[in-house]
């Protein structure tokens, strides 16, 4: 148990025998209401944090307790305008995709166990199984990195070269932590460029996409400001131009490879040390020292070493300074990386990206299987951010389940990097002992962290669910058979539709739908108009732009005049 | 191992024996290589049928045999074309769910295992379970309405009434049949309308929206001939009118337990006879009457007498017919569920899909959750049908996975029902008795045998799988920089562009390129051109369209120009 929950329970314990005095000592009811709202409060919070669920209902369902009826831990659902934003987001990132000559391909939710095995190093043990039930040991997917070599693989023949994308969902047994948004199940939204060709054209491209999609999502139409550096005395205050929602941060494997080896780590002690460095992000400088000290038993001297290069951040100028380092000049490993790094920012330059790009050298990512250029997009530490960022989750009051997701950190909004040897893993090599792989490099989009962020941009009530354009509505008897016959007049011509399934409505509920439902327009009968030969058309939305019963036009021209009002 | 398996195996180590004697009897070369080329085949059909994997690329690596290169059982990938016909499948699914109100929500793949217990009777067997790690017993989802009505009963007070569609993948630990198109995970793509409403309104427009989306889909553009009836001597041969695709099979389950009481079935048979009964699409009667009264112990005469009924199918006329029959008239549930049918073909009427439906009175489906109205939409067994059915899986060559699936049957496109008391089964009680249930109807589209029609349907070197519509070439020197930045501005000006990742590519794979990506457009340039500031533009699908070289545009009016070739 955390601090937090045994904190939450303490206060617990403690709210709730103060109540029961309370209720003792005939409190004032108010004063009793006050205080159970505070611990309906603390229980959410405990329930959210230790990923347990909330009485369904509102604790009303005597007869189901038999069925616990929640979601497993670390996933949840998602509701009609919640789904609305995420689709809308995904087709802003596929646009973007698409607009790069990208295809999509599918693979299963889960894997043969083997093919997943030995891809994550430490993280292997959060990968989900199925049970062995008589056939194959297979596990949920815990990337679509991994899937996507496995395919290219099986299909070398076909797909030398790709650029694929995949939206999916992914699998990862963590502890859940709803309030950093980290779940069990979640989507990814990769792109990756497969194929042998010119040295980092496609790094950079892939980059241009990233800037492009999050640009695009408007993840970020704030001022930016100044992002303060998390390890102490080092501030990295590098401004970037008006309007850039987040920077890239760069970094090479074969310069950090470098680096460390300058610095004195020894071989066999570079991945773990290269993973204390990832831990830059969330802990101080002091404490991933300790972590290489004493955990990973690194010399102090190498550590104070690693130190001084990893508080380094900027553009081409850093660059050109390291390319200068005597020490790194003499290790071959550090300058390939700087080397493929200058063609880095000679592309990145032409694709018009370069001030949105950081060299920053703490940059480790976790995964094993990166081999060349590794990236992060993050959200800078702006006031307009935060504000944004500290803004409720919208519709929470009633999803209660999300009552915890509204503190999302800054972070990482996209990440990737070169692994050329994954598909080499899977494919082997011919007979003429020639390798089978395929290199590969790619980015995969945070859309969690950018729905959460997007959700809290928009006002709850007014994200629009449905599609409905044209509401019909009867004055009066009902007409529920002559309701239904427009509505099919109105689908074969394209309009979208609904009526109410009642056989003799009133007119307030059917106003109110469309008030509920956001529906633009009406078509409004009752017998007079039937016998008219006419309907009556009315701009929901804006009430007074027409008459109060609506206009009336004749039926037969009541598709043109809707598609005209529609825009079709 | 089944009789075909078996029989394979048979003929592999067969004309494994033969192949060998005409190596030591020194035959021609071809002669051999024919008969190795007969029995791959033959191996390729033994690793479908058994659902094992076939060697990857081609048997050549060698290194790779430490991996079983391949999906799990019962599982495929869809490569890029596939993806494209997918998604065109989908969205045009969507585009009908919409048109009608459809709102969509997602839940995760995986449940409590408690949450699906109970719900799918003898299938239950077939629901694949997570692997305990030390938490939740969880179990993969088997179907969307199961998780939908879960989701309605946490969300009763939000979601009294709801139209949701859903597409995603479900999982069935069924024993695969690829030549069947039964897979272990497959989509589902549901709408569903919850809510106490108008009774049978929202029945018949679930109906109509079956009817568009397989219309919308073209799945059958084809003239309707006659169905034969599977069992002897009756032949079910109502015409349906010109262009409709399918027939929707409707029957009620009242009607159905009021006709087995009537036939003088005992109530604790009516499930298992139920179920005999819905194994009449696949059997002759006489098996199915052997199954009703060797195995589960029934009458005879009962069999005989619903064997009288169970052949009967029709419009209106037999609704009316049987509302006249003395027996039933005397059973109150027959008679509820065919005064049901009366209202149902009344709105079937006014929606306009009185022709496509046939009220069927073998039509009982397996699940055990339905209440009232079930339907089932099939092909009709026409020589149209049957010739794209019987049409080999375009791109099958080129992903021996497939190799067997040339045979689609004729069977269920669509199919679903009414469920009353589903979503009670989760909900419970209010404090004051009342029940939190929900009633609900809804279709599931069979997205998967959709999809094998319509690949069937177009040849697969035609299917764009990419949607780029301009690609930048270079004559002469490569200008690699100067390609990218053209890039730049087309992707700035929402126009969809690749280029070669190669400093100095040649011209004709850089044509060939686009032939294979079917790329409408290019941008050709060159020194002279980057000199005089103009490109050049060439249409790349009509070559004889430009000039050889293409059209010289200024470079100002590049962008102005390929958006009025596109049409943008």
Redesign the interface.
Known sequence: MTDSEASLKQQITELGDKIRQLKVDKAAKDVIDQEVAVLKQLKAKLAVATGEPLP???G??????Q???????G??????KE??V??AMFDTIKGVF???????????????K??LSGKYGEDSKLI??????G??K?S?RYDLTVPFS??L???????QN???YHIG?VYR?DQPAMTKGRMR?FYQCDFD?A?A??PM??DAEIV?IAV?VLTALDVGDFIIKVRVWPFKGVVFCKLVANHACSRVKINHRKVLDGMFAVCGVPEDKIRPISSAVDKMDKLPWEEVRKEMVDEKGLDPAAADRIGRYICLSGGEDLLNRLLQDEQLKANASAMAGLQDMQLFF??AK???IADRVSFDLSLARGLDYYTGVIYEAVLVDSEENNKILAQEMPGQA?APQDADESQVRLGSIAAGGRYDELVGM??????KGKS?NIPCVGVSVGVERVFSILMRKQKYEEIK????EVYVIAVGDGL??ER??IA?EL?EN?????YM???KPKLQPQFTACDR?LIPLSVIIGKDELAKGVVKIKDMQNKNADEAGGVEVPYTEMVAELKRRLGH
């Not at 693989?153 to 797909?159: D, G, H, P, R, V």
């Not at 394209?494 to 609904?498: L, Q, V």
């Open positions: 369904a209902s509102g009303k369902s005597k007869k189901a307790a069925f616990t009826l929640k979601t497993p831990k996933t949840r659902d998602f509701n009609d789904m609305a995420r689709e698409r607009k790069h000559g990208g295809v999509t391909i599918d693979t299963p939710v889960f894997e043969l083997e093919i989900y199984d199925l049970e062995d039930q056939g194959e297979c949920l496995r395919f693989a099986m299909n070398s023949t076909l797909y790709i650029k694929r969902k047994r199940e460029i194929g060709h010119e054209v496609p241009r492009e000679r592309y032409v694709f018009k009633k899977f494919a082997g090599s011919n007979r089978n669910a449905n599609q409905t529920l058979d239904m016959a099919v689908w394209g309009i979208k539709a609904e399934f009642k056989a439902d």
